[in-house]
Structures are given as structure tokens and as C-alpha cells.
């Protein structure tokens, strides 16, 4: 269909409390580092594309204060916003503009900078991203509960148990301890996290992602130019994108990620994928675990595990490095922190790392498939994107 | 390059203050009346995009809210935002989509709900979209302010007149008072805007767009699919896009507006038109008239007339319709209102209706050239985008 669109230049802040910069500064430690890795300048591309969602600071449009501080005001530029999809949904925008010819060389920047906000503020603002009406305002549903809803259906249901949950926080951290860039780059054991204090039971804090100021960027390019710009480029095989009811009282039930089954299945229709089994396709992913028992619920919802067997996996370690599916291998929104608009690009950083062998050792996938896949949430499942990357150009273009 | 893009279904919202209807009823209307005049079912489309600034209330994720109350939770969909650009953003991202292969059938709605805030906090949100620090902060300016200043510069330079600036409201207007589904559908004497009280010297109240409430939607399809639905399809020809830095402190000059030039070149740069002289090639155009002053820039950095010479445009009434080039005859962002996300989509929906000849009498254009432009700021000349739509399928596709 349309032309084939690659990655050629990757940049990643330091995640964490970011009290050292401001957005733009933040966004520019991603855009800076993305232009050097891609050999260009930012003068040089033809859009750019902002993912962050906001309402933290009272400052409005991030995205023309991000381009005036790169010194690049004047290019083409819109922002997208899906919740905790946002990187996601740039990276969409991005590839869709090259696809179909308007551009060739468009830079994704995605940005938040939470902490702006004090910790209940954020909680509360997060919250209403529920089900504003029903669930927030009426029943003071805040994200930790959403979760701990799941939480306690799926373990009622499949016999998991507390130590499995935080058995996903023990992997993610531990991966995360290598990864410089992470909000927590250290291991944590699994009494430190059984011992944690309860958020919303049966979820604990260490089963929470943190409140995380952060940004990423990627520079993609269309084939022509990426073929000149990189030796090796990594491609983007297919986008699936579903949504669901806010309403979690309107969903069918809280044991199958619903629009994320949805995003999966129109991802892999595109490449000929079947669901079931479908990690036997990639050499690694990643999954939205905002909390511990959505990366549980992602493994089933993406196919990589059976209804109610998703706890297995991490119960039997298969994903860790060497194991059936390595997941979140930069320690995921659990440990490498969770800026809502910088997530998705910090997904699509990593694969591209990820696929080029270069991360740092010991959380480096082994790369025989050259495919990867990458899986962002917006809000409790309102929104769901699921992106494969690979090395090899995609044969239907 | 990519493949051709028309638009085969309208729908509009009453523009107003809409306390009547909740924001999802309220881009009900508009979705549920273009799903209708493009014959298929809202369950029907591959994606939606959502155009909405947002901020007026609570409540977060109007897409989510949007799909579930139209019954099509389940499909893919993100929101744009580029400031009062917004619904022309949500344009250009469904144009790629179509135009990339990723999608056949797209369904854009912009809507806004401002009216949810109390008038002095919306104009204080409004502010912040200037430059936030330094000149809102700081200075305290706000919108009024800021488009008093390019008023201010562009008289004392080139000798135009606060009955010029009112010229433009009275033109406006009297478009509105045939356009039903205007905020003021009714005109006004040159009198009555000269008498009205100052809200920034020398703009007047009737110099200002009003706060308004309002949706618009459109269906977009793939040629195949629209030469099915449709007879009478209206192309998208070219989209140019640009920013600016919010600064007015740091833009070279207050008389030219930088970004609408820039969007226009690139729009034009595609279909090989001068900017110098360009009406010739349209038959009737929107400008982004949030108050006077900016139809009258407008009108320059389109290339309509020579810099300094846009007030006599109206002056000399070529700008209603039989003039040299008719603009704003739904009434304009001044007397049609402004409703943020939904403005430019609304623009799109004037387009399409006007060049397939069907808008009411006295405010229809005469087509003959079969094509038009629709010019789309975000802040105050932060964002810029021109669209142009035409009835015969753009050449290169």
C-alpha cells in the first residue's frame, strides 16, 4: 500500500523526577541525541510530531514551546494525545504522513514532565482518565483500584497469588538495573515487594509504576532516505490500534484486555500472524504493565499465553533474557518509569536498540527472528496500540 | 504519491452556547448527519480521529467518550490538537491515514464545549496558549491583547481604519444571518460594531469571536471507496502546514503573519500556484478571522492582496460574494463562531457544501474554477494550515 517507513536515529532522557529541566530542555536531551544518531540536522526534517498528553504544568501547547527551544520553529507540527498511548499514536501520525508520500524525514518527540503536579494532584488527574463520571466521581475510582479490580477477578479466577504479580516487578526491575536511562536502574527481591505497603489490595507499590518525568524521540525516515542516512535501518512492519468503553462496569469482563486483544489481532492480520502462539514471531516485546497484572493480562491478550496462564510465564521465567518471550527488557513503565506522552517513543527507541544488538548486556534480547513487538495502553484499555518493528524491510511494499 | 483523498459526508452542529447537550450529544449531531449524507453506518469506518483542545472541564479523553456514546467503542482512535488549528490537524492525520493505505473510511469530528468554563477563565486559558512566561505571565496578555497589538502596528503603518476593522465583522455577519447554523445568524450595521465597547483599543466587541460551543464532522474516503458512495466527492488537493514561535517579542514583524505565509507557499508548492495574485485560482476562501484584524492579515499572507493592502479588500467589497475573492460565507470564526477543535473541520464541511453548490441562497459562491481554500491558525500564529479542496481529482494521484 503505502511506502515503507523506517527508524534511523533513536534518543532517550534519563527518566525519573526531572526536577533539573524544564519540558523543553527534557524533550531536547531525546531530540538532540535522535538527530546525531540519525546524522542529521533537525533543521533538516520535514515534520515533527509531539506525543504528550499534559494538564501538569499550567503552560499550554508543548509542542511550540519544544520547537522554539530546539530552534526549529516554523516546521509542520500537531500534538496527539491517547492517554498513556500517546507516544504510540505519534509514532502512528509520523508513519502515516511518510507512508503516504507528505513527508520524508519526520521527527516523534514524546514528552511528559508529571511531576510538575504534586503526587495527589497527578493521582486525581490520572484518575479522571477512568470513567469520569460513573467511576471517579462517583465511586472515587482512581487508576490503582482499576487495576486491583483486574487484580482480584484474575486471581479469584486462575488461582494467581500475590508472589506471581510481584514476580513481573522482580523481572522488570532486574532488567532495569542495567538500564542507565531507567527511573529505579536497580534489582529489588521479591520479600521487598511482597513487603511493600498496600496501594490498592492486592496491588502493592512496588506492583505500581512511578510518577516519571521523561522524554524520547525517534527520526524516521522513508526508504530512500533511510537507505542513505543508516547501514541499518529498522522498519515498521504494522500499527494495529484499537478502543474500549471507559466503563469498566460496561465491559464484557475484566479477565481479557479487550482492546488489546483487538489492537493484536489487527497487527499481526497485516502480516499474517496468527494470535495464539504468536511470540514464536518475535525475539522479544514489550507490554503496558502500569501495574503488575496488566503485564499479565498483555501476555494473554497478545497471544503469547492462554487465558488464565499468563502468571505461568513469568512463574516459569520465560520472560527473561533466554526465556520463550523475553518482555520488557528495559524494565518496562514498572521500572523504567511510565512519562505518559514519552512512553510509546521509549518503546519504539528500545526495539530499534533491541534490533540492532546494542543495549546493554544482560537484557539483550538474542536477535534470530528480527521482530519485535510493542504494546501501549491508554487509560484502563480505552486505547490500545500494538506495533511490530523489524530489521528486514516489509515485503508488501 | 500517496493515494487520493475525498471527503463524502458533512454533518454540523447548531454553533452556540450549547448548554443544552453534554459534549458526546453534542458531536453526536455532527457525526450522526455526515455518517447520513455519506450513506454508510458509523460502525462502518477503519478509524477516527478527534480534534479537541479540551481543558474546559473535568472531565479527560473526550475521544473515549465521543466513540462510546455513537456505539463504536471498539475502533481506532486518537486526538489531535494544534491550538484553534485543531480540527484542520485532525485533517491532515485522517488524509494520511487514507492517502498512506492504513485506512479506507475515516471519520473526523472536531468539537468543542467551551461554554462548560466561566467566560473569564476561558479567556485566561486561552491567554496561557500565547506565550506563557514571558508574555502572559508576565505581562498579562491575552488574547484581545495580542491581536490589538498586530491591529495597533498594521494601522499605524498602512493608514487602515477601525471602520475597516469593523468592515470585516459587518461582512461576516451578514454571511451568518444565512448560514442557520451560525452563533449570531444575524447581521449588523457598521454602526453597531463601531459603538461597541472596547475589549483591547482598538478591537472592539464586535471585532472578537465569540466563546462558542460546536461540532463538526466529516467522512473521508480512499477514491475507490468514495466513487461508490458518492457522485460528487470533494478532493483534498494540498495541505501546507507551519509554526511560529509563540513570541511575539521575537517574530521580525507584527504585519506579516509568518506561519499562514509559510503554510500557504507549501500548499501551494504542490499544485503549482503563485502566491502573488493567488484568488485566481479559488472561488471563494475561509480565513481565520478570530478578530478582524486577523481576516485582514489573512487576506495578505494568502496572498489575496499585497502586504498593506488587504483592508482595502474589504474596503472595496471584494471579499462578499461576487467580489474577487469571496471569504468567510459561513459567517467566519466571528459571526459562525469558534468552537476550537471544531473550527476547522467546520471550515472543511463549508467547502465541501459550497463547492458542490448547496449552501443557501446568497451566501452560495459561483464556482467555476472548482476549488478553494480554507486557511486555519492555531494561538496567534503559532500553528498555521492551509487545505485546499477541489471537485476534480487532484492530478498527481
Redesign the interface.
Known amino acids: 500500500?503505502?511506502?515503507a517507513v523506517a527508524i534511523v536515529g533513536t534518543g532517550h532522557s534519563k527518566f525519573g523526577v526531572r526536577n533539573d529541566v524544564n519540558i523543553a530542555e527534557l524533550a531536547w536531551e531525546a531530540m538532540r541525541e535522535a538527530a546525531s544518531e540519525a546524522g542529521i540536522e533537525l533543521r533538516d526534517v520535514d515534520?515533527v510530531v509531539v506525543g504528550n498528553a499534559g494538564?501538569w504544568s499550567?503552560?499550554?501547547?508543548s509542542?511550540?514551546?519544544l520547537?522554539?527551544y530546539a530552534g526549529i520553529?516554523?516546521?509542520?507540527?500537531?500534538?496527539?494525545?491517547?492517554?498513556c498511548a500517546t507516544g504510540s499514536?505519534a509514532i502512528?501520525?509520523a508513519?502515516?504522513?511518510?507512508?503516504?508520500?507528505?513527508a520524508d524525514l519526520v521527527l516523534v518527540v514524546g514528552v511528559e514532565k508529571m511531576n510538575e503536579s504534586p503526587t495527589p494532584i497527578v493521582v486525581e488527574?490520572i484518575g479522571?482518565?477512568g470513567n469520569?463520571?460513573w467511576e471517579f466521581e462517583n465511586f472515587g475510582l482512581t487508576f490503582p483500584g482499576y487495576y486491583a479490580l483486574y487484580a482480584t477477578a484474575y486471581m479469584s479466577e486462575f488461582g494467581a497469588t500475590e508472589e506471581d504479580l510481584c514476580r513481573v516487578a522482580v523481572k522488570n526491575h532486574h532488567h532495569a538495573s542495567m538500564n542507565p536511562k531507567a527511573h529505579f536502574p536497580r534489582a529489588i527481591t521479591l520479600e521487598q515487594c511482597l513487603q511493600s505497603r498496600y496501594v490498592a489490595w492486592p496491588l502493592k507499590l512496588y506492583d505500581s509504576s512511578p510518577i516519571t518525568d521523561g522524554a524520547a524521540a525517534v527520526v524516521m525516515a522513508s526508504e530512500d532516505l533511510a537507505r542513505k542516512l543508516t547501514d541499518s535501518p529498522v522498519w515498521i512492519h504494522s500499527?494495529g490500534?484499537?478502543?474500549?468503553?471507559?466503563?469498566l462496569s460496561k465491559r464484557p469482563d475484566f479477565l481479557v484486555h479487550?482492546?488489546s486483544r483487538?489492537a493484536a489481532e489487527?497487527a499481526f492480520k497485516k502480516l499474517g500472524i496468527e494470535i495464539e502462539g504468536s511470540y514464536k514471531h518475535f525475539d522479544f516485546a514489550n507490554v503496558h504493565d502500569a501495574f503488575t497484572i496488566a503485564e499479565i493480562l498483555a501476555y494473554e491478550a497478545m497471544g503469547f499465553a492462554k487465558l488464565g496462564e499468563g502468571y505461568k510465564l513469568v512463574r516459569e521465567e520465560q520472560t527473561y533474557v533466554g526465556g520463550l518471550i523475553p518482555v520488557n527488557l528495559d524494565g518496562g513503565l514498572k521500572a523504567k518509569g511510565h512519562p505518559i506522552g514519552a512512553t510509546g517513543v521509549s518503546m519504539a527507541v528500545e526495539h530499534v536498540r533491541q534490533l540492532q544488538g546494542r543495549v546493554e548486556k544482560g537484557r539483550q534480547a538474542e536477535i534470530k527472528r528480527g521482530r519485535s513487538l510493542a504494546h501501549n495502553v491508554?487509560?484502563t484499555g480505552?486505547?490500545a496500540f500494538v506495533t511490530v518493528y523489524g530489521l528486514d524491510k516489509p515485503r508488501s511494499r
Chains 1, 2 share one sequence.
Open positions: 500500500m503505502g511506502r515534520q494538564g499550567s503552560e499550554y501547547l509542542s511550540i514551546v520547537l522554539e520553529s516554523g516546521k509542520p507540527v500537531y500534538r496527539v494525545e491517547a492517554a499514536a502512528k501520525a508513519h502515516d504522513a511518510i507512508a503516504a508520500g507528505e488527574m479522571r482518565a469520569y463520571f500499527i490500534m484499537a478502543s474500549d468503553t471507559s466503563n479487550r482492546a483487538l489487527r491508554g487509560g480505552h486505547y
